[in-house]
Nanobody
Framework: VQLQACGGGLVQAGGSLRLSCSAS????????VAWFRRDPGKARKFVAA????????TYADSVKGRFTVSKDTGKNTVYLRMSSLEPEDTSVYYC???????????????????WGQGTQVTVSS
């Protein structure tokens, strides 16, 4: 499956952005689709994930209450709505996907086989 992430940009602190992750080549059925972010020189950090079947969601503590992950079945697309953005949210955001993940595996990037290109999010203070 090929993933295409988009929607990043420059926003002021307190603002909102919505990232999109679209799949081609295969439908997302039975996949977990996740968002990670990576700062220069640092490891990727888990942000949020959604189980395509059932719609269960998981969030990093740092984004709970501010970010919402959702899916559009008809468009085979996962969204990450980011609100109340902080300068600390500035990063390159990546979407990733894989099948057969148990809940405890979801936050770990090495469990994902498919990755989209990153999209830059910059939050100004």
């Amino acid at each position: 499956v090929q993933l295409q992430a988009c929607g990043g940009g420059l926003v002021q602190a307190g603002g909102s952005l919505r990232l999109s992750c679209s799949a081609s080549g295969r439908a997302f059925s039975n996949y977990v689709v996740a968002w990670f972010r990576r700062d220069p020189g640092k490891a990727r950090k888990f942000v949020a994930a959604i189980k395509w079947s059932g719609g269960g969601t998981t969030y990093a503590d740092s984004v709970k209450g501010r970010f919402t992950v959702s899916k559009d079945t008809g468009k085979n697309t996962v969204y990450l709505r980011m609100s109340s953005l902080e300068p600390e949210d500035t990063s390159v955001y990546y979407c990733a996907a894989n099948t057969g993940l148990i809940t405890s595996s979801i936050p770990y990037d090495y469990h994902y086989n498919y990755w989209g290109q990153g999209t830059q999010v910059t939050v100004s203070s």
